[in-house]
C-alpha cells in the first residue's frame, strides 16, 4: 500500500480546520512559522501542502499578502438550486422552512457543546450585527446577521451541519436579497429582531438547550412572516400602479 506524503497529510489538517469552522471563507492563514508550529510539521512540508490546497481551489496564495481560505466554498448543491430558485421564486420560502428543522437544532447542539471561545465568537459575531444596524448598506447587516447564526452552527461541533447552513445562507441572500435589503430598513422589525437574536444568544451562552432550540424557530418564524408581508406590500404596489397606468 503506497505510502501518504507528508504534505497530504498537513493539507488534510488543514482542510479539517476549514471544515470545522477553525478557518472561514476569506480568512487569512496564519504566518507560515506560526502555522507550521501549530501543525508540529516543518515549512517546507507546509509549502507545498498550501501549493496542493491552492491547486484544489481551497487556498489563495497572494504575493506579498499571504494565503487565504478561498471565499466561495459552498457545497456543490447550491449553485443549481441558486437556478431553480431564479426560476420559481416562491420556492426560496423552502429554503426558510428547512432552516427551520436545522437551526433549531443547531441551536440546541450549541448549547450543549459551545466552548468559552464559540461563546465569544457568538457574542462578537452578536454586537457587530447590532453596530451595522443603520449602515448606509442594509444588505452588511443581513450579513452580520448570517455570521450570527453561523457562528451558533460552528458551535454545534456538527461539520456537516455546518456545511449545510453555509450554502442555505448562500441560497438565502442569493434569492431574496430585495426583501433583505427591505427587512433591515423597516423600523418595526429591528427591535424585535434584535431581542430575539439576544435570547437566542443567552439560551445558548448559559447552555440551554431546550430554550435555544425554541428562540431559533421563534425566531425564523417571524422572519418569514416578516418577508412575506413584505411580498404581500410590494404586490399591492404593484398592482396599484398597473391601475394608474391602465
Do not use: W
Not at 500500500?1 to 497529510?9: I, V
Not at 517546507?44 to 489563495?60: D, V, Y
Not at 431553480?84 to 450549541?110: C, F, K, N, Q, W
Amino acid at each position: 500500500m503506497k505510502q501518504q506524503r507528508l504534505s497530504d497529510k498537513i493539507a488534510e489538517k488543514i482542510e479539517a480546520m476549514i471544515a470545522e469552522g477553525s478557518l472561514m471563507p476569506g480568512e487569512k492563514l496564519p504566518a507560515e512559522r506560526e502555522l507550521a508550529h501549530r501543525l508540529e510539521v516543518s515549512r517546507p512540508s507546509l509549502r507545498e501542502a498550501i501549493q496542493k490546497m491552492n491547486s484544489k481551489g481551497l487556498l489563495t496564495t497572494r504575493h506579498g499578502g499571504g494565503t487565504y481560505v478561498c471565499e466561495s466554498l459552498e457545497p456543490s448543491f447550491v449553485e443549481p438550486l441558486i437556478a431553480l430558485l431564479s426560476d420559481m421564486p416562491e420556492s426560496r420560502y423552502d429554503v426558510l422552512e428547512i432552516r427551520h428543522a436545522l437551526e433549531g437544532t443547531a441551536a440546541y447542539y450549541a448549547a450543549l457543546r459551545s466552548t468559552n471561545g464559540d461563546k465569544e465568537k457568538i457574542k462578537r459575531c452578536f454586537d457587530k450585527m447590532i453596530r451595522n444596524h443603520g449602515s448606509p448598506d442594509p444588505m452588511d447587516e443581513a450579513r452580520a446577521d448570517a455570521a450570527f447564526h453561523l457562528s451558533i452552527v460552528e458551535a454545534s461541533h456538527n461539520v456537516v451541519l455546518l456545511h449545510v447552513m453555509r450554502g442555505l445562507f448562500t441560497l438565502l441572500q442569493s434569492s431574496i436579497s430585495h426583501n433583505l435589503d427591505k427587512l433591515y430598513t423597516l423600523p418595526r422589525v429591528f427591535e424585535p429582531l434584535s431581542n430575539q437574536h439576544e435570547r437566542l444568544m443567552n439560551a445558548t451562552i448559559e447552555g440551554d438547550a431546550e430554550r435555544a432550540r425554541q428562540a431559533a424557530q421563534e425566531h425564523l418564524v417571524f422572519v418569514e412572516e416578516s418577508l412575506q408581508q413584505i411580498d404581500r406590500e410590494e404586490v399591492r404596489k404593484q398592482r396599484a400602479l398597473r391601475g394608474l397606468t391602465a
